[in-house]
């Protein structure tokens, strides 16, 4: 490749100019998936989703559904399966993986039919429609529970749920343990959570029948190794399938990689219909349905020398990956196999990796990828050896630095380390944001009795991944057999039109990052024009574009590996370009320069021609180019440095290609009554290499920033011990907003990676893995606690403040113990009361008993069917908050002591949950025509009605029973009343059982 020389004094790179993207984004013209206009006849899909976490479907029936009008098809699993075949499964082993349930549920929101209609309303009141009968299996949520003898089993080809278990050693670890001084230990459990973006999944689907090909429009990130994964679950080859992306994404941060099941799904619903299908994900859909990060548990022990010197390290990782393990999982437990050592010098690890399946939505791709549960562990391993040493944390961060001279540095593991100053970055970090000024701050909270504490973090950011790392999950033998993986694909085509105008193409989708702007920089840069000159087309479109199987937008690789092609391909055809130019400007080539949009001689800047003369002379007059010079109208690369081998026979992987730095440090301050944490000072120190926007960069970071604050106070997705979902919402799964993210100290350094075109390295990640670890390790040293789990609500830093909640006082009712309907986890209240009623015992008897009188009481009742003397069938539709659902109900008479006394058992399924239990009913004279009626109940409700919040159940119970008891003391003799307080008491109860709270 020709070196060009150009004049950089004024160059575009490096400066904050105003984004491309911004003017429509800020004024409401984007363009979203929900945007785009569609064909005439598109229909709309709507997916029926189990509420069960572990259930076998016994039956399904769609009849009532495909007879609704408007309703084109009507799909269940077994359908699915006819027409597709399994999703790859990320490890060997005989285990299917379907987009839509086979015979059995495993977590709750699995799809367990479809519906394609004229428009999305008739297609969700056909769901209404399907009547799935379950049979309901014990559920396991918990990693290290799913691997205990007789746990619930998920996948017969999965003993004892275990996916894969694999061991790794590097250096002499047992050694340095024997010689250790001391070693110290620590247990993390890392919990789920997800960067949820503002637009959620989205697709249109078309089937060509004359082509047996697909044309899928879906808001995807890719990686397109997922290409190949959709293309063989459609059974067609890969020219077959067509992925196009829309121009504007509301966001992704890794999650929308996993859309692809519901592409399959999409597309083959749009083969049966025999038309283009759209579907868009609802929030409760994404919420509980669409990936999250993996939850992981993690012992790690690290061997030390009396001043702190970490010798070797024990990494024990369990990782859960949810139902189903879907490609590219277990990527998230493997993205950091060469980066288990952080930014120390360590050269002695002993790894464990075992990746678990349990009754849990799939997890997948999400910001920081493995980052921030690896170095949760080793932050808080550093700050726990400073406590149990005696020493300052930050001296024992120091201590432990890869040194400044060591770079390019090879990891234990295997990575290599491209470039960096790690001491010097932190010696900034430190100046910028006053540490001292933090310590005085903290003295003196605590001189004055108030919770003050200071968290360090020190992180090394992998980016631009090795498409190789995932396949360190298999043993070196297993490699061989599957064949060498390895490399990290980056593609960017510059086309210039007939009047010199030039264009960009990247096989990169951005959600947010900037490529219009960032890409118009570089280039203009490298053809002395201005980053208006160039036009960038973002846009995916794998039957006519540049891309392989590595291309995408992920592990933070644009700046470093899609910018970095676009210089490349740009400084292709600038050297053509300069031939073309020298031949006319009668210099040598080395003597042309780019700049002003002109083509000019060094030494003569008024010999010039015009930059849109000469390029566009491919155009219109190719015989005029020099002899061996071709044309200059495209130019594609494809580029994967040389460093991202494949592992070797020692388990030894580069798993990313560059290496930044962030130093991380804070204040907060701890409310003592509430538990409530306040960032007093966050103080955030990076080393990305070459800084092409610092703009971008710093909005980078803030955006991290905010979602690791979520991920440190207050986000989790959180289940019920029977797999029930219980964060299906915004009010339950709370998420930062503007007024809840303090301003960062945002420090930069840098030091240019030599494996990068422009020496940039990523940044998008970094706080995500740096920020939750900083964070505890300051309520660590403000409470003075070995143990601080995430997320740092105000209730859990309460008990670690008060102590465990205190006994209830003597003659306070103890919690109900679980009974059998409840052993599965489901949440079980009992209680008991009294009432008075105008009316007879035998006359409330009749209307216990009569179906007609009970279809008139029962809130929402389409009918009520008297199957036999003691049984009866209901149909009822309910609604919750935003959600409503219909539902099957089966009630039982059983003891039966007529007009005295009567146990009422029974159970509702429906797509919004399941619920039951039973009640025994006492009817008894009052000798003045009425009755006293007294009661005792025991009931339980579970899946996924859970997943809607406590609070809307609490209202929609009031209602529901208020207008039942109305409806009952009309129908039993008008104007009878309950004892005073009685319904308030009732209503209270049943709210608080159908919320699963305590009265």
Known sequence: MLDMPRDTADGWVGRAIERVEDAALLTGRGRYLDDLGVKPGTLHMAILRSPHAHADITAID?????????????????????????????????????????????????????????????????????????????????????????????????????????????????????????????????????????????????????????????????????????????????????????????????????????????????????APVKWIEDRLEHLSASVSATNRATTLTAAVTADGRITALDFDQVEDCGAHLRAPEPATLYRMHGNLTGAYDIRNLAVRNRVVVTNKCPTGLNRGFGGPQVYFALERLMQRIAVELGLDPLEVIRRNLIPAGAFPYRTAPGALLDSGDYQSTLEAGLAAGTLADLRTRRDKARADGRLYGIGFAAVVEPSVSNMGYIATVLTAEERRKAGPK???????????????????????????????????????????????????????????????????????RFAAAVAGAAKLAADKLAGRLARVAAAQLNVPVEEVVFAGGKLCARDNLANALPFSRVAALSHWSPGQLPDGTTATIRET???????????????????????????????????????????????????????????????????????????????????????????????????PTAMEVPEPVIVHTQTPSPFTPLGAKGVGEGNCMSTPVCLANAVADALGVADVRLPLVPSAIAALIHGPEAPAPAGARAPAAPHAGGAKGEKLMRGAGKAHVKATPEALWAMLLDPRTLESIIPGAHGVMKVSDTQFRADVTLGIGPVKGRYKAQVALSDLDPPKAVTLGGRVDGNLGFGGGSGRITLTPDGTGGTDLAYTYEAFVGGKVASVGGRLLDGAAKVIIGQFFAALARKAGGGGAAAPGFLARLVARLAALVGGRAP
């Open 637 to 735: 690369v494809f580029w994967t440095p040389p460093e991202l081998t494949a592992a070797d026979d020692e388990d030894h992987i580069n798993s990313s290609l560059c290496h930044g730095f962030i130093f991380d440090y804070c204040g907060i301050e701890i409310d003592r009554d509430t538990g409530e944490v306040r960032i007093d000072r966050y103080v955030t120190a990076h080393d990305c290499g070459t800084i092409l926007h610092p703009g971008m960069v710093d909005g980078q970071i803030r955006g991290g920033f905010a979602h690791a604050l979520g991920a440190a106070l207050l986000e989790e997705y959180a289940y019920g011990p029977d797999g029930s979902f219980l964060t299906g919402t915004f009010a339950d799964y709370l998420v």
């Open 62 to 274: 769609t009849s009532a559904a495909q007879a609704l009008p408007g309703v084109a098809a009507v799909l269940t699993g077994a359908d699915v399966a006819r027409l597709t075949t399994s999703l790859v499964v990320g490890v060997k082993a005989p285990v299917q993986c379907w987009p839509m349930a086979v015979e059995r549920v495993r977590f709750v929101g699995e799809p367990v039919a479809l519906v394609v209609a004229q428009d999305r309303y008739v297609a969700e009141d056909a769901l209404d429609l399907i009547e799935v009968s379950y049979q309901s299996r014990p559920a396991v949520v918990d990693p290290l529970a799913a691997l205990d003898e007789g746990a619930p089993l998920l996948h017969e080809g999965f003993p004892r749920n275990l996916a894969s278990d694999r061991s790794f050693r590097y250096g002499d670890p047992e050694s340095a343990f024997a010689q250790a001084a001391q070693s110290v230990s620590i247990a993390i459990r890392y919990p789920r959570n997800s960067c949820t973006p503002i637009e959620t999944y989205g697709l249109v689907a078309e089937y060509d029948p004359h082509e047996d090909a697909y044309d899928v429009l879906a808001n995807f990130q890719g990686p397109f190794s997922i290409h190949a994964v959709i293309a063989r679950a459609l059974k067609v080859p890969g020219n077959r399938l067509r992925l196009r992306t829309p121009r504007d994404s509301g966001g992704s941060f890794g999650i929308k990689q996993g859309i692809f099941p519901y592409i399959v799904l999409g597309a083959v619903a749009a083969r049966v219909a025999g």
């Open 486 to 556: 390895n490399g990290a694909q980056a593609t960017a085509t510059i086309a210039i039109d007939p009047v010199g105008s030039v264009s960009v193409h990247v096989a990169s989708v951005p959600q947010g990052q900037g490529h219009r702007t960032v890409l118009s920089q570089v280039v203009a840069d490298v053809f002395g024009l201005t980053p208006a000159d160039i036009k960038v087309n973002a846009e995916m479109d794998t039957a006519k574009d540049a891309w392989s199987i590595a291309s995408g937008n992920y592990a933070s």
